[in-house]
Every structure is written in C-alpha cells, then in structure tokens.
C-alpha cells in the first residue's frame, strides 16, 4: 500500500467521544482491518492516538482519561478474535481465544495477558494516575506492539563485499 495513503487511513480510523467523565476511542473510517499486517497498525496507531490525546486533553480538561475502546476499537482484535476461520462472528459467539494473533503467539497468553496493555487498564482505573502516566502507558503499548512486526531481511551481500563496502 502507498505510504501516504497508509497515513491517511490511519489518521482517519480512531475518533473520541466523551462518555460519563472520560472519553471512549471509538472505530472511524477505514476499511483496512481484513488485512493483518494493516491489523497490526491500526493497533499501533491506536495507542499512539490514545497517548497523544491524553496529553492534549489534559491540559484543558479535568476530564482528560481516555478509555481504549478493547476489542471493538483493536485492529489486531478485530481481525484474529472476531472472526473464526476468516469469517467475522457475532460478538455472542466470539472464540475463547485467538492463537493466530501475533501478540498471544508473543505472550502465550489470551486477551493480552503479559503486555503493557494490563498496566494500562490498572492506570486508568486509578484516582490518582497522571496524564503522563497514561500516556506513557499506552506508549509501552505502542512499543510492544511495534516489537511484533517482522524484522526485514538483510539484504545479500555479493561475494567478497563486506558490509562496510560502498
């Protein structure tokens, strides 16, 4: 995919919307969460959205939490916990877990058990949490989760080159 339209989509695929004293991420347009590579950055935006929105809201509000929205709002969620055999199901049916999913392959653990996420949670249900707090939650988020994209391989050297050769 183009790169800037890439930004363009993610730019436009999380808004907030306040619900009773914080404010709720919610799913905005973008229709890239069949693909999981695409999957695993909306997740990544996501949090990066969520950081930065922390910090923007607090220096003008008192209510400046920003709920992450869980699974409806996750691109990872979406496209491995929703859908079993790539067929999207009802949330009343949803699988026990997810075991294609890069992060649970990563944890061994179901509905991200294991990763800064569960820090996030606890920090937001906390009186006494700073914005940066937060923020920087939802950055370890962003982080881990940046962990999870595959490494791109080193291109080949030709015969009798080192890598330090022009």
Request: glycine share 6%; net charge negative; hydrophobic share 35%.
């Amino acid at each position: 995919m183009d790169p800037e339209l890439k930004d363009r989509l993610l730019e436009r695929a999380f808004s907030l919307f306040p619900d009773q004293g914080f404010f709720l991420v919610e799913r905005g347009v973008c229709d890239y969460w069949e693909d999981p590579l695409m999957a695993l950055d909306l997740s990544i935006a996501k949090w990066k959205f969520i950081a930065s929105q922390i910090i923007k809201l607090s220096k003008t509000r008192k209510d400046w939490k920003v709920d992450d929205g869980g699974i409806d709002t996750c691109g990872l969620c979406v496209h491995f916990f929703r859908r079993v055999e790539g067929v999207r199901v009802p949330s009343t049916e949803e699988p026990e877990d997810c075991p294609a999913c890069p992060v649970q392959k990563k944890t061994r653990n179901f509905r991200c058990v294991g990763t800064p996420y569960v820090k996030f949670l606890d920090l937001f249900d906390e009186n006494s949490t700073t914005p940066q707090e937060l923020s920087n939650a939802a950055l370890e988020e962003a982080r881990f989760l940046e962990g999870l994209r595959q490494p791109k391989p080193e291109p080949a050297l030709s015969p009798g080159l080192s890598p330090l050769d022009n």
